[in-house]
């Protein structure tokens, strides 16, 4: 079996191409289920924020993993793979493990370090579980994603320097407009970036904010956590009337402040100037409107290139991350090579219990009159005493598994305790389409029916 990830981010894919190129909540689990079910591909996930859309698939051949991966891709988005190869990352085993590790903890991402990507690969790993198409070697490798990224967060203080799309916007309006303080600002949007934008600029010293956004409601919760008010989206044209910044920061798929209609606006507002945030994917603001005169507009691909101070300390804390994803992806490793000692402790605990019940059957045949807690008594002795002799023989083996030649430690493993045609039965495809471990770690499908259950 082999891991694949195939996607586009903000290195290589502009945000106009990008945007158009996002999973949205509301067809992701069909999304997955589509690809879960395309030819090759045993397990996916997929990660979608505004800087990458990416696909974690489990797949038996790499050819055709990637193959039918990029065409899931291009269909999906009434795309052909051709247009699409200039800006596909694909990336396969050790190399798709180490990237998923460092986009969990940040070090993938445009502002380096940044937090909020933890908490997306946690949404989309939780989507695809409930969606059923995770399975044996999702349900640990994003574990593992997660539980180095909290320790990189925890062990490095990379937090303590912080920086994101939202404050980088913050500081670009700083150095572009000067003091925040005396200024009108509009947010549009009530969502994560929205919050986090307002968080920084309430730190920046502004006072005077309004939230507007689809849903009154939430922008009436977002307006009272940040002491602003909050406004109805039918009422935009005046307040972009009458704000000095605007943020836009929703998930629209249109945009919501065009050229015409920003135009009367402007001669409205006589010659102050309007500068206009767009961190939405896709885009809220039609990129045009930079051309008119008394507007300053920054989106996301403007952030990317702004130098932030304390990116420096963020490098440094990010030195110190890069061993803890290299000994997580040997903890991942060796978890990998132990599957393939599965099947041989399964058979020889098999053995053990076979043999108990038929010592205790012989125990009660000769021993008729002994009575329930005797023989309970003798059954959990025995039991112990089994236990205690597969212990040893059992840890050894899981480590001889990781090893470079583990394949024949388990074969001579089978052959010493007489299990190793018990162990060929149980690596037989069932008849259910499960997924089942082979003694060399491998896994097997069933042919007769694609969709897999993986315990």
């Not at 969990?104 to 445009?110: A, F, I, N, Q, R």
């Not at 961190?279 to 702004?306: K, T």
Request: aromatic share 6%; proline share 4%.
């Amino acid at each position: 079996m082999h891991i694949l990830t195939i996607g586009v981010n903000y290195r290589d894919t502009p945000v106009q191409i990008r945007e158009r190129l996002t999973f949205q909540p509301s067809v992701l689990e069909q999304a997955l289920t589509e690809l879960r079910d395309t030819k090759s591909i045993f397990e996916d996930v997929i990660v979608s924020t505004c800087n990458r859309t990416e696909l974690y698939v489990v797949c038996d051949q790499l050819h055709t993993g990637r193959y039918y991966s990029k065409r899931f891709f291009a269909d999906w988005f009434h795309s052909t793979p051709e247009t699409l190869n200039p800006f596909m990352i694909i990336k396969e085993d050790q190399e798709a493990i180490c990237h998923l590790f460092r986009v969990t903890c940040g070090l993938d991402s445009m502002i380096l370090g940044e937090t909020q990507i933890l908490g997306q690969v946690r949404t989309s790993f939780l989507a695809a579980q409930q969606a059923g198409t995770t399975g044996t070697f999702f349900n640990e490798l994003f574990k593992e994603a997660l539980t180095v990224a909290k320790r990189a967060q925890d062990e490095t203080q990379i937090n303590d320097h912080p920086v994101s799309v939202s404050y980088a916007a913050v500081k670009l309006l700083h150095e572009t407009t000067g003091p925040l303080e005396d200024k009108s600002v509009l947010m549009i949007g009530a969502g994560d970036m929205s919050r986090l934008a307002l968080k920084h600029l309430t730190g920046s010293g502004v006072r005077n904010l309004t939230v507007m956004n689809r849903t009154k409601e939430k922008a009436d919760l977002l307006a009272e956590q940040f002491r602003g008010q909050a406004a109805a989206l039918s009422s935009l044209d005046a307040w972009i009337e009458r704000s000095d910044i605007v943020f836009a920061a929703t998930s629209a798929p249109e945009f919501l402040i065009t050229e015409a209609r920003l135009a009367p606006l402007l001669t409205a507002r006589g010659n102050r100037p309007l500068t206009l945030v767009d961190i939405g994917v896709p885009r809220n603001i039609d990129p045009e409107i930079a051309r008119m005169d008394g507007v300053h507009l920054f989106d996301i691909d403007n952030l990317e290139r702004m130098v932030d101070k304390s990116l420096e300390a963020r490098r440094k804390s990010a030195l110190r991350i890069e061993p803890l994803i290299d000994r997580q992806m040997e903890k991942y490793s060796e978890w990998l090579h132990t599957l393939g000692v599965v099947p041989v402790i399964s058979a020889l605990r098999r053995k053990a219990l076979s043999m108990h019940s038929e010592m205790m059957q012989r125990i009660e045949n000769k021993l008729p009159e002994m009575t329930e807690q005797e023989r309970k008594v003798i059954s959990k002795q025995a039991k112990s005493m089994i236990n205690q002799l597969l212990r040893d023989p059992i840890s050894k083996i899981k480590e001889l598994a990781t090893c470079e030649h583990g394949r024949h430690a388990i074969d001579h493993f089978a052959e010493i305790f007489n299990i190793a045609n018990e162990v060929e039965r149980s690596a037989k495809p069932a008849q259910t389409g499960e997924m089942k471990v082979l003694p060399d770690g491998q896994f097997e499908k069933n042919v007769l029916q694609k969709t897999i259950r993986c315990r």
